[in-house]
């Protein structure tokens, strides 16, 4: 069964210091892999995409298919980046369902 | 930017009556699909549709609940007898193809009392 695992129910750092939020997937697959932010009373937001290999506020990912992880880092965090961060796999040979993480706050002290 | 829109923000309900979850898709994609967030838990997977028919759904996706496209722009996800257990955030979520991106609605929060 396709799975995502974010081990970390929530994170705290201070400004300025790296940041690495934790994603782990089970998929056979090729795997298609995404983040998603959701910021404090809004909607979930596309921050990143495996395939498209961009920085996005700072943040990259890398796949990494031997370890089966997608951690998403930065390295230097700002209070603004404090929000919810959703990791998510689309199993493509399974359909086009987003199969997602249970989420990692992420909170960046002054 | 166009965004998918949802109404309401926040429906609170007895049990056993339908409601009825309104999204409206940003115009030029193809594939819209429900998600839901019960209280703590992760965002599962309620269901497809594209060409105007159900493409995937879970096993969440019983009897009780049904999706329609009435017009060219609203896509609507009705309960028909709601239970406690269906309390919930309902996502709903659209793409331009089946392998694309999937934008997000704010949400709609059902409280089934």
């Known amino acids: 069964a396709q799975r995502v695992t974010q081990p970390e129910k929530l994170l705290s750092v201070f400004k300025g210091a790296p940041v690495e939020l934790k994603c782990n997937y089970s998929y056979s697959g090729s795997p298609e892999l995404f983040w998603y932010v959701q910021y404090s009373r809004q909607r979930l937001q596309l921050l990143l995409r495996?395939?498209s290999r961009e920085s996005i506020k700072g943040f990259t990912a890398d796949l990494n298919k031997g370890e089966t992880s997608f951690h998403l880092k930065k390295p230097f965090a700002q209070e603004e980046d404090s929000a919810m961060y959703y990791c998510a796999l689309l199993p493509l040979e399974y359909g086009n369902k987003l199969v997602f993480g249970a989420g990692t706050i992420l909170r960046v002290k002054s | 930017e166009p965004e998918v829109t949802q109404t309401p923000s926040h429906q609170v309900t007895q049990m056993g009556q339908e409601v009825i979850l309104r999204c409206v898709p940003i115009?030029?994609?193809?594939?819209f699909y429900w998600y839901r967030q019960i209280l703590g838990q992760k965002v599962e997977f309620l269901v497809s549709f594209y060409n105007n028919e159900i493409s995937e759904k879970s096993e969440i996706f019983d009897d009780q609940f049904s999706v329609e496209r009435p017009d060219g722009s609203n896509f609507t996800l009705k309960i028909r007898s709601t239970k406690l257990e269906d309390s919930a955030m309902y996502f709903c979520a659209s793409s331009v193809d089946g392998g694309d991106t999937q934008y997000f609605g704010p949400g709609t929060r059902l409280t089934v009392l």
């Open positions: 495996h395939i």
């Open positions: 115009s030029n994609h193809l594939y």
